[in-house]
């Protein structure tokens, strides 16, 4: 007699079976998609009314799905793309100090008017009025579209029109993101590493058929390049960690057994001396720059320093000997600090003031850095850190040390040397949100 299936069983047979159809309809029409339309593991969670996905899996309720799949599914295939995007913009782990309220409708508002610019039959919809008008509102005054900056725009209205956006833009469940504030996971942290990497192949594919790419696909590759540039801060700074041997007993390295069964059989001699040195990744030395030009906010500033010195203090990137050296400089440096412990670094930022206030000039600081380098100052300078504006006149030749330039506004890529990294960082990195909504919308 063969064996019954229970209705559960078949309703997460047929839910899996709908999945692999939605992703054969999405790769029709987009086909750059490939690699991100598999790279999400089905998982079932009675409990759900909508997708939801931690970056890793695709959650979803069997018996929902099939529900949804009969009456419409054409909205589960829009669902599943929007969870796609949400992890090829890797909303999911760029929040930081902003609001989750208003971080998560300013993602879903994101995606959803890529998705709506795209015009794919297989996601195709009627354009209510109220997204018209925010579609409108959004071209009319941004120059490109991110989160992070719808998030700005929403940061603007009352609760009532935040309520109004939401009921129109609600699409997925982000139950699942990861929080800020926690340690990740290294699964966690695959993932993201892994939705990047996907990220950069799709903009490659993207690149390679622009001549043919429709309007709304042209929007797609936009906001791909936008992104390009744009990460946590966080992740940014392990870029300046540097391989060195620093003295630490490592306990994986000797077999405490050996070394105890040295001792009792020699007296003091152990049989095997433990490993006293091991390869850490931490920071040594490096240089802040601050362009304290008109243009730039010293609360913002203060800030970012915070944030900085914050980061280090987590992730233990100093060493017992640290040396970092923070300059202003506007048209010529004004002020020279160097910091090498924690305690000297808060108690710079309690007495923090901005000096300068002239026009931008970056290779004032390269001189001075380079005649420190000359002096015997820096004996192992790892790079440079220059916290600006743009706008400015940059350096010619390329510094023996590693140069990021960390932009608060969207700069002029063709006028940056190709040898400085660069990144779009946002305030909200460097605010709470509390003072940035006035903690309307923390929770």
Not at 247 to 274: A, K, Q, V
Not at 353 to 359: A, H, K, L, S, V
Not at 388 to 404: N, V
Request: glycine share 4%.
């Amino acid at each position: 007699m063969p064996h019954l299936k229970s209705q559960t069983q078949w309703q997460t047979e047929m839910s899996v079976k709908i999945i692999d159809f939605i992703i054969s309809e999405l790769y029709a029409d987009m086909r750059f998609f490939h690699l991100a339309l598999s790279s999400l593991v089905p998982k079932t969670d009675p409990a759900l009314q909508t997708f939801a996905t931690d970056g890793i899996s695709i959650l979803y309720s069997p018996e929902r799905i099939l529900r949804i799949f009969e009456n419409n599914s054409r909205f589960l295939n829009r669902c599943y793309l929007h969870s796609i995007l949400h992890c090829i913009f890797s909303h999911l782990w760029l929040r930081g100090n902003r609001g989750r309220t208003l971080w998560n409708l300013a993602c879903d508002i994101a995606v959803e008017y890529t998705i709506d610019k795209m015009e794919k039959p297989c996601t195709k919809r009627i354009l209510s009025w109220l997204r018209k008008q925010v579609y409108d509102k959004i071209e009319q005054d941004m120059t490109h579209i991110s989160a992070s900056v719808i998030y700005r725009y929403l940061c603007s209205l009352n609760e009532e029109q935040v309520l109004q956006l939401q009921k129109e833009f609600y699409t997925d469940d982000h139950r699942f993101w990861p929080q800020p504030d926690s340690r990740a996971s290294s699964a966690n942290q695959k993932a993201k590493n892994q939705w990047q990497k996907i990220a950069r192949q799709t903009r490659m594919q993207q690149e390679l058929h622009e001549k043919d790419q429709t309007k709304g696909e042209r929007t797609l590759s936009a906001q791909l390049k936008a992104e390009k540039n744009r990460r946590s801060y966080h992740d940014f700074l392990s870029k300046f960690t540097i391989l060195r041997e620093e003295l630490h007993c490592d306990p994986e390295e000797f077999d405490l057994n050996f070394y105890t069964y040295g001792l009792r059989l020699y007296g003091n001699m152990p049989l095997i001396e433990p490993v006293e040195t091991r390869e850490t990744k931490k920071i040594h030395e490096f240089v802040i720059v601050i362009d304290t030009s008109d243009s730039t906010s010293g609360d913002l500033v203060k800030n970012f320093l915070r944030e900085t010195f914050q980061i280090l203090r987590q992730r233990e990137y100093f060493f017992d000997t640290c040396k970092i050296r923070i300059l202003q400089c506007d048209d010529r440096v004004r002020s020279d600090t160097e910091i090498t412990s924690l305690h000297q670094a808060e108690q710079f930022l309690s007495e923090f003031t901005m000096t300068g206030g002239g026009g931008t000039n970056f290779c004032p600081a390269f001189s001075y850095v380079s005649q420190l380098m000359e002096n015997g100052i820096f004996k192992d300078l790892r790079g440079l850190l220059y916290f600006t504006d743009g706008l400015g006149i940059y350096p010619k030749k390329r510094p023996p040390y590693q140069t990021a330039f960390l932009f608060l506004t969207d700069y002029d890529e063709s006028k940056i040397p190709p040898w400085a990294m660069r990144i779009r960082l946002e305030p909200e990195e460097f605010l709470s949100a509390k003072k940035i909504t006035g903690g309307i919308y923390e929770y």
